[in-house]
């Protein structure tokens, strides 16, 4: 290995270990802490025809006109 191969190893491992280093140790009990999932309205599934049109109010006004 020469030399620069050797710096950038140094390099990327005093990164990682930096990295590492940023954690705390807070995160790890608010996640040992459970809260309840909140409250979800339910509904109840109806077999049915599904509907291929759909009424949109409004009016079709014309971009240009061609004579």
């Known amino acids: 290995m020469n030399k620069s191969s050797i710096i ?3 390099k990327v491992s005093a990164m990682a270990l930096a990295l590492q280093a940023c954690g705390s140790s807070e ?4 996640k040992a802490e ?12 109806q077999k049915g025809a599904i509907s291929t049109s759909f009424n949109v109010p ?7 006109q061609v004579d």
Not at 35 to 45: D, G, Q
């Open 8 to 10: 950038n190893l140094l």
């Open 27 to 30: 995160s790890k009990d608010k």
């Open 58 to 64: 409004g009016e079709l006004v014309a971009y240009q």
């Open 34 to 45: 459970v809260t309840e999932a909140p409250a979800t309205e339910v509904i109840s599934l």
